[in-house]
């Protein structure tokens, strides 16, 4: 059964980079789909972005000018990086899987809370 | 963006009970419509896709239909791991692919 695990900082200043890595096991990177998705008090599920095992990206318009995400098939991981972070930007983070190509998500990682504060 | 209005925001039900959750498009998204449970501190899980179609594994209580741009999950015979907030979220088109803004099952 395939498992995924955020990581990273939890707390990130004002204006740096919030970056996260999520460790995919039971299965490999290659040929999938692969997401980061946020939870927040404000906005609510918002999806962030798209990385395929290609390492092709597709991007939420209203973030895609500060996300980056990019995948290490050596050690079957993928990433994200957020820039200019305010604290709007605080949520659970969660990595998930799209299947199919489709965007819904059928695997998703436990969430990781990052805070954006001073 | 399409919007997706969720009603109502929060119910209340006893074990046993019959759930219906709806979810209104604000544009045409076809059957691209899903549907996940969340429990407290954890992540969503996936119930249903394109609208009707159960994931593997989900029990057969949960069923979703369509409407137009209406979408309704039901659930029959609620059981005490259903008590969790529910999300619908469309996957048509081009992102970015919104989620409702949840129902609350208490």
């Known amino acids: 059964q395939m498992q995924l695990q955020e990581s990273g900082p939890r707390l990130v200043k004002p204006s740096e980079t919030l970056s996260l890595t999520c460790s995919v096991s039971?299965?490999?990177?290659?040929?999938?789909?692969w997401n980061w998705i946020r939870h927040s008090a404000g906005k609510g599920l918002e999806w962030i972005g798209r990385v395929y095992g290609s390492g092709s990206t597709i991007y939420n318009p209203s973030l895609e000018s500060r996300v980056t995400m990019s995948v290490d098939t050596a050690k079957n991981q993928f990433s994200l990086r957020l820039t200019s972070v305010t604290a709007a930007d605080t949520a659970v983070y969660y990595c998930?899987?799209?299947?199919?190509?489709?965007?819904?998500?059928?695997?998703w990682g436990q969430g990781t809370l990052v805070t954006v504060s001073s | 963006d399409t919007q997706m209005t969720q009603s109502p925001s929060s119910l209340s039900a006893s074990v046993g009970d019959r759930v219906t959750i709806t979810c209104r498009a604000s544009?045409?998204?076809?059957?691209?419509l899903n549907w996940y449970r969340q429990k407290p501190g954890k992540a969503p899980e996936l119930l249903i896709y394109a609208a009707s179609t159960l994931q593997r594994g989900v029990p057969s209580r949960f069923s979703g239909s369509r409407s137009g741009t209406d979408f309704t999950l039901t659930i029959n015979s609620l059981q005490p791991e259903d008590f969790a907030t529910y999300y619908c979220q469309q996957s048509y088109g081009t992102p970015p692919h919104t989620f409702g803004q949840g129902t609350r099952v208490e």
């Open positions: 544009q045409n998204i076809g059957a691209s």
């Open positions: 039971g299965g490999s990177i290659i040929g999938q789909h």
């Open positions: 998930a899987r799209d299947p199919a190509g489709y965007y819904w998500f059928d695997s």
